[in-house]
């Protein structure tokens, strides 16, 4: 019984990151922010940023109080989460990290008919 009971919750907090990872697609934060949240020229880090600082930027966006100049576009991304989105959207970006694949480099390269580059 425990351990259907843990399965549940487990299940429960991979469902809820899922959702966020949508979420974050769906609203295209990946093209500011990044795809990992690492941040983009003018677009801050979100990656690893503490839970209750993004819970607090978020709210204050949604209060239609930016940071700076750049930041007045986030309002209304903010203020289409509802709380519980919210809350769950900062969790899932405090626990964001960068994926690398190992392979990213291993390309065949021939240096036949490129002068040998």
Do not use: W
């Not at 009971?5 to 934060?29: G, H, P, Q, R, W």
């Not at 607090?56 to 930041?71: E, N, T, V």
């Not at 203020?79 to 480099?105: C, F, G, H, S």
């Amino acid at each position: 019984m425990k351990a259907l009971i843990l399965l549940l919750i487990f299940s429960t907090l991979v469902l809820a990151e899922k959702d966020m990872e949508t979420l974050y697609l769906k609203n295209a934060c990946h093209s500011c922010h990044g795809m990992y949240g690492e941040g983009i020229g003018a677009s801050p880090r979100l990656q690893g940023v503490k839970e209750h600082i993004l819970l607090r930027r978020l709210k204050d966006l949604q209060a239609g109080k930016p940071r700076s100049a750049f930041g007045s576009i986030m309002i209304s991304f903010a203020q289409a989460l509802d709380e519980n989105e919210t809350k769950a959207m900062a969790k899932y970006l405090t626990n964001l990290k960068t994926i690398i694949p190992d392979d990213r480099y291993d390309i065949e390269y021939s240096t036949v008919g490129d002068g040998g580059s």
